[in-house]
């Protein structure tokens, strides 16, 4: 097993032992609320107490979680030394006491800074990350230790409320050497802090600078914890101010800690360091502004009158008003530099793009160069895809920050490896941008289609005639000719005198005649199906009869306009065709209905699916002619799971 897992499980132990003494304690002080000391206590420690056990879990050899664990283990030191101390002080008493153990624990309160220091100074992997920090992690402790044996030979008595109890160690001057040995533990608190800070310069990935960014919005909690001692031993005499922070610490800097060993990015760390640095600024105003107010009026209208107090009230509040988002703001940019970079920068691409000097389609060029992340992609999603792709087209794919309008999901903004995701309010900046972008790249991508779709068209117009001229010229026209040249014959051959057999020639003459008038019929029945003669049901109906599968028929549409009933033919008729030659289907099913001002034609198979519509085949033919008409014709028909062609036709009303 681990060492950092053995020290948590001995930790854990102490833990129960101390608990079992405070319940001793409280139970000799004889204290009706002793019962919500103990759970106040054990609550309390409930924080730390998980912190560790989690860290542990993920890390069995990082010493952070053992010390998180102490941290819990503290509170409940601090519960049973206290009302140990308390109940010794209030006998009779039959608790066990050593005044020598007494006199060497002046300075246990230091207990409450030690482990979360050593916890700043180990972070993330459980070891000092240069010299500086090496040398703390000794000094720390040792001036734990040197204070405390200090204190014990200092003159004076002991902190109440033990402050009549004998002095074993006795009282020489040597104790004084306590100020200095306090000194250090300070300076080494603020050292602790600077070695966060030490890291987090020399980190080169963005992910473990995310980390360390939350350790600094809890490490903010240690200063603010002394200062508030301080403050309460100025002005009360007694250190229950700090209570507050302490509280604060205990929650903060486990938690923190946690979330960014296991799930950094479970919210926007870079809002929560500012507003742990606006939120104390504006207290300390609050209070300056507070006291030295009371204190002026108090001087002009007396010290015992109410309007001190409240005209202090009223001028604080609307002086310190607008001074929550002006720090916002200023330390918004001290603090988070990249994130004021990125909205700044997406804001002046705004105003050029409106100013008619930069086009919306600079969105990545912009923020690669804001965000310092030259691999950064933005991708946008056109309607109705499931994907994300550049202006170029190109798929976009990982995970990133969403850009969101109105509540849809535009595009998505990726960070490069090993960069960490670009600051949601610069996504929302970009927003307007992304929008504008895809908008601009759907229409492009349509008019791209629609002059596709046009030379298609043309192309397939041309050839459509070559083929006509072609059928007409080896056909009919040939037999035409030829029985005209043979009329023609016939015709001299009488002028000059001879002989022609006129029932043969007029019955070969009808033969050819009807030759071509079939030729004819065949060549039109490619143009204009003659089935439509009677309508578009009927010529559904022959083509039910004349398929080589089984054709289920669904017609529910009223008389149609003659290109819409032609166009919707050739959809059913192509699909039906589809169907038979390459699905391996052994039914298929046309329906048509009117939807308002549409017709919907489909055609489904039970055959093999995968069909395509490539360019030059028959589909592509039959989606341009349903797109001249302003309708859509969609293909699904995915592998094994048999086809289906929809189009859309508008008929009018």
Request: glycine fraction near 8%.
């Amino acid at each position: 097993m681990p060492w950092p897992r053995r020290v948590t499980h001995l930790l854990w132990a102490v833990s129960v032992v101390l608990v079992v003494l405070t319940v001793v304690a409280v139970r000799d002080l004889g204290d009706p609320d002793g019962a919500w000391i103990v759970g106040g206590a054990v609550l309390a420690s409930g924080v730390p107490f998980a912190a560790g056990f989690l860290a542990v879990r993920h890390d069995p050899r990082n010493w952070v979680g053992p010390w998180l664990t102490a941290a819990g283990t503290n509170i409940l030191l601090q519960t049973a030394h206290g009302n140990w101390a308390d109940a010794l002080a209030a006998p009779p008493s039959d608790l066990a006491a050593s005044a020598e153990l007494l006199n060497l624990t002046q300075g246990i309160w230091m207990g409450w800074f030690l482990p979360f220091a050593m916890v700043l100074l180990l972070f993330p992997d459980g070891r000092p990350n240069d010299a500086w920090a090496r040398r703390t992690a000794i000094a720390l402790p040792l001036s734990v230790v040197a204070f405390n044996l200090f204190l014990a030979v200092a003159p004076g008595p002991l902190m109440p409320p033990l402050d009549d109890w004998p002095r074993p160690f006795g009282e020489h001057w040597v104790g004084y050497g306590a100020i200095p040995a306090l000194v250090v533990f300070y300076a080494c608190l603020v050292l602790a802090a600077l070695a966060t800070r030490r890291r987090y310069r020399a980190a080169a990935d963005e992910l473990e600078r995310a980390r360390l960014r939350w350790m600094f919005v809890a490490c903010l909690t240690v200063p603010a914890t002394i200062l508030l001692c301080w403050a309460g031993y100025l002005l009360t005499g007694t250190p229950i101010v700090a209570l507050g922070g302490l509280i604060a610490m205990n929650i903060a800097i486990p938690a923190a800690t946690l979330v960014a060993m296991l799930r950094h990015d479970l919210y926007d760390v870079d809002r929560a360091v500012v507003a742990a640095a606006v939120y104390p600024v504006l207290a300390f105003l609050v209070v300056a502004g507070h006291a030295t107010v009371s204190s002026a009026v108090a001087l002009a209208v007396g010290a015992d009158s109410t309007a001190p107090a409240v005209l202090a009230t009223v001028v604080v509040v609307v002086l310190l008003l607008p001074a929550r988002a002006l720090l916002l703001r200023f330390l918004g940019r001290r603090l988070h530099p990249r994130r004021a970079r990125g909205v700044a920068a997406v804001q002046a691409l705004v105003t050029d793009v409106h100013d008619g000097f930069r086009e919306p389609e600079e969105l990545e060029s912009v923020l690669r160069e804001a965000m310092r992340d030259p691999a950064l992609r933005v991708g946008y999603r056109w309607p109705g895809s499931a994907y994300f792709v550049d202006v170029a087209g190109d798929a976009v794919s990982g995970t990133g920050v969403p850009i969101r309008l109105k509540g849809n999901e535009i595009g998505l903004i990726v960070a490069g490896p090993g960069r960490a995701p670009v600051p949601e309010e610069v996504a929302r900046e970009a927003a307007l941008v992304a929008e504008s972008t895809r908008l601009r790249g759907e229409l492009g991508h349509a008019l791209g289609e629609v002059e596709a779709s046009r030379q298609r068209l043309l192309r397939a117009g041309y050839e459509e005639r070559r083929r006509l001229e072609m059928d007409l010229h080896d056909g009919a026209q040939q037999r035409l000719v030829s029985l005209g040249m043979r009329l023609r014959v016939a015709q001299r051959r009488v002028a000059a005198g001879g002989s022609v057999e006129l029932d043969g020639l007029v019955d070969s003459a009808v033969d050819e005649i009807a030759t071509a008038v079939a030729e004819l019929r065949q060549i039109a029945h490619g143009l204009r199906p003659s089935s439509l003669d009677d309508g578009l049901a009927p010529a559904l109906e022959n083509l039910t009869r004349s398929s080589a599968l089984p054709l289920r028929l669904t017609f529910d549409a009223d008389e149609l306009p003659e290109h819409v009933s032609v166009t919707a033919y050739y959809v059913a008729s192509e699909g039906v065709a589809n169907a038979v030659k390459h699905s391996g289907a052994r039914e298929v099913e046309v329906a048509v209905r009117r939807d308002r001002g549409n017709v919907l034609v489909a055609v489904r198979d039970d055959g093999s699916g995968g069909a395509r519509i490539t360019p030059g085949s028959g589909l592509s033919m039959l989606c341009d002619r349903v797109h001249a008409l302003g309708g859509r014709l969609s293909l699904h028909s995915p592998p094994l799971g048999g086809t289906v062609i929809t189009a859309e036709i508008p008929c009018g009303s």
